[in-house]
């Protein structure tokens, strides 16, 4: 898209919000539950907060915007949000592209080693993610329970994450993730504690056996609208439905609220899991990385020609007097006491 110019947000930039935000889409979970048309406006807002940065794209007038959360402590930006104003059908992908390689940019800038989004798996995001250089390491399905039915299981032992569990989901994450997804997306301990967001606060449910973790949900929660993420062993797959019902009802949601969950491919076994008690398969998306460069600080480093005072110094074991003339007879004498 030619004549475009992407800056940071600012006051000035709050009218030109709405226009840039007419067609909103979002790009990360739970975001992607939360979404509300005036959500991802009020998120770019230019508050005081040092996790969140924004965008304009303007090309005579406002015409799109990014936002994205900075997560330090696994040295990474998420994508949570691209916005555009209406009637750019056709230049949308190339919008989207060049707000998407800023914005990436300016996360290396900041010290993020990796930009991470997921998308719908058809249409102009997708595309435009791919054209500013991102890759999918996973795919998974969002589903969404309009009410939760009752488990088929007994409930099951669920207790409340405490600050001491990091550790411990941090391990039941390395035993139920495939390694390439794990390298994409490198999280510390420090990811699965919990805490409070711009629009969202959230809690962790743990399902603790005598060897350990076994099972954990992790609940997010804006008004009626509840999002969930779950690990479990193996041979506890048969207790995911009690433990994320319970874990929901632990925060306060009662049977008619909206509950949303995104499974992975590579726990797909969850999907028919989370099927028993009222979970319904509404879209496909892809689990998207981007890599970034870092600054760097470039030595210049110069030869040097030193010009010494002293005479050159001799090759080593080369003689410090002239050679002998041809003929002349050297005698070696032994010295040493008389």
């Known amino acids: 898209m030619t004549g475009l110019a992407i800056h940071p947000i600012g006051l000035r930039d709050v009218i030109a919000l709405r226009r840039a935000s007419q067609l909103l889409v979002p790009l990360s979970y739970p975001e992607v539950a939360f979404a509300t048309p005036s959500g991802g406006w009020l998120a770019a807002l230019p508050l005081p907060l040092a996790h969140r940065y924004a965008f304009l794209a303007?090309?005579?007038?406002?015409?799109?915007?990014?936002?994205?959360?900075?997560?330090?402590?696994?040295?990474?930006?998420?994508?949570?949000s691209?916005?555009?104003?209406?009637?750019?059908?056709?230049?949308?992908?190339?919008?989207?592209?060049?707000?998407?390689?800023?914005?990436?940019?300016?996360?290396?800038?900041?010290?993020?080693?990796?930009?991470?989004?997921?998308?719908?798996?058809?249409?102009?995001?997708?595309?435009?993610?791919?054209r500013a250089g991102f890759s999918a390491y996973a795919r998974g399905t969002l589903m969404l329970a309009q009410g939760l039915h009752?488990?088929?299981?007994?409930?099951?032992?669920?207790?409340?994450?405490?600050?001491?569990?990091?550790?411990?989901?941090?391990?039941?994450?390395h035993q139920v993730t495939p390694k390439a997804v794990q390298y994409a997306e490198a999280f510390n301990s420090t990811h699965w504690q919990s805490g409070r967001r711009l629009r969202s606060s959230e809690r962790g449910f743990v399902l603790e056996r005598a060897s350990g973790i076994a099972a954990y949900c992790r609940v997010f929660t804006s008004g009626r609208q509840v999002?969930?993420?779950?690990?479990?062993?193996?041979?506890?797959?048969?207790?995911?439905?009690?433990?994320?019902?319970?874990?929901?009802?632990?925060?306060?949601?009662?049977?008619?609220?909206?509950?949303?969950?995104?499974?992975?491919?590579?726990?797909?076994?969850?999907?028919?899991?989370?099927?028993?008690?009222g979970f319904a398969a509404v879209d496909r998306r892809a689990l998207m990385v981007r890599y970034t460069g870092v600054p760097?600080?470039?030595?210049?480093?110069?030869?040097?020609?030193?010009?010494?005072?002293?005479?050159?110094?001799?090759p080593s074991r080369v003689p410090a007097h002239p050679p002998a003339p041809a003929g002349t007879n050297i005698r070696l004498a032994s010295v040493g006491p008389r």
């Open 227 to 277: 999002a969930i993420e779950v690990m479990s062993l193996p041979d506890q797959l048969q207790s995911v439905p009690s433990l994320v019902r319970q874990a929901v009802r632990a925060v306060g949601l009662g049977q008619s609220g909206h509950v949303w969950a995104l499974v992975p491919d590579y726990h797909g076994e969850y999907v028919a899991a989370l099927e028993t008690i």
């Open 296 to 314: 760097v600080t470039v030595v210049e480093h110069r030869l040097l020609t030193l010009v010494s005072n002293v005479a050159e110094r001799l």
């Open 58 to 80: 303007e090309a005579g007038a406002p015409c799109g915007l990014a936002v994205a959360r900075a997560e330090s402590a696994d040295f990474r930006w998420v994508l949570e």
């Open 150 to 173: 009752p488990a088929a299981g007994e409930e099951v032992a669920l207790r409340g994450q405490e600050p001491s569990d990091s550790w411990s989901i941090q391990h039941l994450y």
């Open 82 to 130: 691209l916005g555009a104003a209406d009637g750019l059908d056709e230049a949308r992908c190339d919008l989207w592209a060049g707000l998407l390689s800023h914005t990436v940019a300016s996360a290396g800038c900041a010290g993020a080693k990796r930009v991470h989004a997921d998308a719908p798996l058809d249409g102009p995001v997708h595309e435009a993610l791919i």
